[in-house]
């Protein structure tokens, strides 16, 4: 695998953090077209963030200067659709959940607590995880004791001996969620990570993941928002080094035997979760990400 030195092998990624940050502010908007229902990451801002978002001026000015256009509302309409999955899966009986970068991830607090039948797994940076740590000690946030923390570097570590490690098993009915990962690897630990959930999935599994579409890779700045959301990445060091041609997760996911239940646009995010009275929508998703949802 490709040895590039990257911001999240030294420090917290600041992708996670910004992502926390856009869920936070959901959770005080009025409209619920915009409310993702995190509200665990609202606790995890800085009290004179808290203060100051509190004021609707203050979220649109935070909005205009660090959040590329689209990305709030695509940011809203992933943390709903990834809830539903999970929150499918819990209620269908899957033995285990595996969280792929969770960064500041709040879902095992939000659907485990007091359900000890699914373990859940979050592999993260360690210094990305051991933030997240951090923060919900300090903000009084219990982590359910179902939930396993995992510290990998993905581009270098096996996931298969950290699995192992930590107890994740084959041969069970699984959910695998990839939020805002795979653009970050390079493909072969693209490959690695996908072969893997194909040899430890029973059948029934499912896996749920965001891609960005291979043309924002190659630069082509045809699509909205395009171009300053890969400067902020870029910016962050934590530049995206892998895409998927729009609407070809079937193809893609072929080789690990997973067949497509759901590949999503932004178009059809939009519809699905902006769209308001008179069928008018309200929000346009920056169009660099699709969602897909395979099951095997």
């Given at each position: ?118 373990e859940l797994y979050e592999l993260d940076a360690p210094d ?28 270098r570590e096996s996931l298969g001996d950290k699995l192992a ?123 660099t990400h699709c969602i897909a949802h395979a099951k095997k």
């Amino acid at each position: 695998m490709k040895n590039i030195k990257k911001r999240i092998e030294e420090k917290p990624s600041r992708t996670a953090a910004w992502t926390c940050t856009c869920r936070a502010l959901s959770s005080l908007e009025s409209d619920p077209r915009y409310q993702s229902g995190d509200t665990v990451a609202l606790k995890l801002l800085p009290k004179f963030l808290l203060f100051a978002f509190r004021a609707g001026f203050c979220r649109k000015l935070f909005q205009a200067l660090f959040i590329p256009g689209g990305m709030y509302e695509y940011v809203i309409a992933r943390t709903k659709y990834f809830d539903s999955v999970i929150e499918s899966a819990i209620a269908g009986g899957f033995d285990q959940i595996l969280i792929f970068g969770a960064g500041y991830d709040s879902r095992g607090v939000r659907f485990l607590s007091g359900r000890e039948a699914v373990e859940l797994y979050e592999l993260d940076a360690p210094d990305t995880q051991n933030a997240k740590i951090n923060q919900f000690q300090i903000r009084n946030v219990r982590i359910p004791p179902n939930v396993i923390l995992i510290p990998i570097d993905f581009n270098r570590e096996s996931l298969g001996d950290k699995l192992a490690e930590a107890g994740f098993r084959k041969g069970k009915r699984s959910l695998y969620m990839l939020e805002g990962l795979i653009m970050y690897l390079d493909r072969e630990a693209v490959d690695l990570t996908f072969q893997l959930m194909d040899e430890y999935s029973a059948a029934g599994s499912e896996i749920v993941f965001d891609y960005v579409c291979s043309s924002v890779i190659q630069k082509e700045n045809t699509l909205y928002g395009e171009k300053r959301i890969y400067n902020t990445v870029k910016g962050a060091n934590e530049e995206w080094r892998f895409g998927i041609e729009r609407g070809q997760a079937e193809a893609f996911l072929n080789p690990y035997h997973f067949n497509v239940l759901e590949d999503l646009d932004s178009g059809d995010l939009e519809e699905r979760y902006f769209k308001g009275a008179q069928q008018k929508r309200r929000g346009r998703l920056n169009a660099t990400h699709c969602i897909a949802h395979a099951k095997k």
